[in-house]
T-cell receptor
Framework: RKEVEQDPGPFNVPEGATVAFNCTYS??????FFWYRQDCRKEPKLLMS???SGNEDGRFTAQLNRASQYISLLIRDSKLSDSATYLC??????????FGPGTRLSVLP | DGGITQSPKYLFRKEGQNVTLSCEQN?????MYWYRQDPGQGLRLIYY???????QKGDIAEGYSVSREKKESFPLTVTSAQKNPTAFYLC??????????????FGSGTRLTVV
């Protein structure tokens, strides 16, 4: 089993739709969680950290379920500019980041 | 502005040739990392360094070498022993060691092609 697994996608959604991505991780000692966004042929950029209580940043909401070792990202009111690959990232204490393979999102006009 | 700079943006390597990819950061980060990304795939860790003059192998270190003589710099050499070097190479930096929600910052990448 891979350390971090994500929905393979691609997700093709119309503008204005709500879309959710899931991510599971295998290391129960993981302590830090992130979502990164990667545009085509560009570097990944930090979208948001994920906190135990869940957190929101504008149209983006991240949730963490430690018991199920599951992370989610919800995007509301999708924009064309949200089209990208979304990477789930997990880190144990004193460990390096482990990146999921990513989920590709295409928002269609 | 603080950031992390990779050069060159595009690099072409002939068979049997060693090439060096540059990575410089002015974020005062202790840790630096090199990743490789193949088309449609996730990031794989090549080498990382938590402190000057020290570095460790990642998951796919064979055919690569690094040095960390300065805090700001972490160059990656792709040697002729790397049989399939065509890929997108990403350098990142971040806070070393502790947990906490400190994300990595990435450079803009070097796209290496064997010709």
């Amino acid at each position: 089993r891979k350390e971090v697994e994500q929905d393979p996608g691609p997700f093709n959604v119309p503008e204005g739709a709500t879309v959710a991505f899931n991510c599971t991780y295998s290391n129960s000692a993981s302590q830090s969680f992130f979502w990164y966004r990667q545009d085509c042929r560009k570097e990944p950029k930090l979208l948001m950290s994920v906190y135990s209580s869940g957190n929101e940043d504008g149209r983006f909401t991240a949730q963490l379920n430690r018991a199920s070792q599951y992370i989610s990202l919800l995007i509301r009111d999708s924009k064309l500019s949200d089209s990208a690959t979304y990477l789930c990232v997990v880190r144990g204490y004193g460990q390096n980041f482990v990146f999921g393979p990513g989920t590709r999102l295409s928002v269609l006009p | 502005d603080g950031g992390i700079t990779q050069s060159p943006k595009y690099l072409f390597r002939k068979e049997g040739q060693n090439v060096t990819l540059s990575c410089e950061q002015n974020l005062n980060h202790d840790a630096m990392y090199w990743y490789r990304q193949d088309p449609g795939q996730g990031l794989r860790l090549i080498y990382y360094s938590q402190i000057v003059n020290d570095f460790q192998k990642g998951d796919i270190a064979e055919g690569y070498s690094v040095s960390r003589e300065k805090k700001e710099s972490f160059p990656l050499t792709v040697t002729s022993a790397q049989k399939n070097p065509t890929a997108f190479y990403l350098c990142a930096s971040g806070q070393a060691g502790q947990g906490g929600n400190y994300g990595y910052t990435f450079g803009s990448g070097t796209r290496l092609t064997v010709v």
